[in-house]
């Protein structure tokens, strides 16, 4: 287990003798949030650490990281690259022929987005994107560095760690797995600073959740039909029980229709005890409020439970590489701070027991809360951000 950590992000500041004004900077990072945000919060600190710092992103136009990146106010490179598909069907054959020519392509249009951003340093933040592009400016002797988001790295990753100059991971649980200890510092996943500062008493006013446990559920922007479906069954649970709860869910996009037909199938309604979204757009404030979590158990959203402390019931998504949610979510079940269900053995009732259990236990999601919180890393960022500028500025 980590040390616990407490207090407020305060970032490493520097001033004109500590780093050239020009400095410039490319991240790469794409496929999912758990990446993009990392990256988003690393650019947002090197600009606060150094303003004058010029700050490029590197990613697929189609994925979600050119949205976001943009959004954000940061030059967009655009560079496609694609992962092989190992389970052969028509339609994987298809991707894995593209993907051979993306990744032919990727060579001369990384050295194009070298030439073009002349950095000074390059960072991988995850995403088959990083590949190509750390690999490139690491044979050209750019200062380069990685993140890793999970306990069980990507194979990108693994195959970057031994050319970068610095390794960050956010487990000590991947430091063997990525092969270069030497050079990997533990520094845990980079939240975002409203996370770190919200009110709980506030947050809760808000929403009016009262003297309510407030159950905060979630599956994905997209929506994991599985979740949708369980917490459905969870949610009639509450209802038919008259359980003092507030639960909040959001089904994402693929789940809007398929929640409001299990309403109707299980014979639960949104009203005062259960409010249903398609999006959570405030999430910091909803966590605040939260006492227990349902969830995924992606990197970027474990780092925001450990950083609010709050229990969790996690549901590893087993459609991901090396399942390395399941190994994300298993640190916080051997601390103490959440309960683990693979999807392979969720049932609805195996939820509502799961959760019954909880709730019939006076002091259980505080004390699972606290033990999140001993996990956390509220200067992860802070502590990137000075080793990303001793890396510039000293070489090493």
């Known amino acids: 287990m980590r040390a616990p950590k407490s207090g407020i992000l305060v970032l490493h500041t520097v001033n004109e003798s500590e780093v050239d004004h020009s400095m410039r900077v490319l991240i790469a990072a794409g496929g999912t949030a758990g990446h993009i945000n990392p990256a988003l919060a690393i650019a947002g600190a090197l ?9 490029h992103f590197a990613g697929r136009r189609e994925g979600m990281e050119y949205g976001l990146v943009t959004k954000a106010g940061y030059t967009f490179h655009h560079i496609e690259i694609n992962g ?16 051979v020519w993306h990744l032919a392509l990727s060579a001369p249009r990384t050295v194009a987005i070298l030439r073009e951003v002349t950095p000074d340093l390059v960072i991988g933040c995850g995403g088959y994107v990083s590949g190509p592009v750390v690999r490139a400016a690491a044979k050209k002797g750019i200062k380069t560095a990685i993140h890793e988001q999970n306990a069980f790295p990507g ?19 991947a430091v063997e797995k990525l092969g270069a ?38 599956g994905g922007s997209l929506g994991a039909r599985r979740i949708n479906e369980v917490v459905g069954a969870l949610c009639a649970w509450e209802q038919k029980n008259d359980m003092p709860v507030l639960h909040l ?7 809007v229709q398929l929640f409001k037909d299990l309403g109707k199938k299980e014979g639960f309604t949104p009203g005062p005890n259960l409010v249903v979204r398609e999006y959570i757009d405030n999430m910091p404030e909803l966590l605040a409020a939260a006492d227990l979590v349902i969830s995924r158990a992606g990197a970027l959203t474990l ?28 640190e916080l079940q051997k601390a103490g701070a959440a309960v683990v269900l693979e999807e392979k053995d969720l049932t609805p009732q195996v939820l509502i027991d799961t959760v019954a259990d909880l709730l019939g236990t006076p002091g259980r999601l505080t004390e699972m809360g606290a033990r999140a919180r001993t996990l956390a890393q509220p200067d992860s ?10 890396l510039v500025r000293t070489g090493c």
Do not use: C, W
């Open 181 to 218: 200890p030497d050079k990997t510092l533990v520094v845990g996943n980079p939240v975002r600073p409203q996370i770190l500062t919200q009110d709980r008493a506030a947050a809760r006013a808000r929403i009016g959740a009262g003297g309510r446990t407030v159950i905060l559920s979630f």
């Open 84 to 99: 092989f598909q190992r389970r052969l069907t028509p339609e994987n054959i298809v991707r894995n022929v593209k993907a």
């Open 303 to 330: 780092a925001e439970i450990e950083a609010m402390g709050r229990a969790s019931i996690l549901i590893p998504s087993p459609n991901v590489a090396e399942n390395h949610q399941y190994y994300n979510a298993l």
């Open 381 to 390: 960022l802070d502590k990137i951000t000075a080793r990303l500028l001793t």
């Open 47 to 55: 600009k606060q650490a150094d303003p004058t710092a010029d700050i």
């Open 249 to 255: 869910h959001a089904t994402g996009s693929r789940g």
């Open 155 to 173: 194979v990108t990753n693994k195959l970057l760690a031994k050319d970068v100059d610095v390794v960050f991971a956010a487990s000590a649980d």
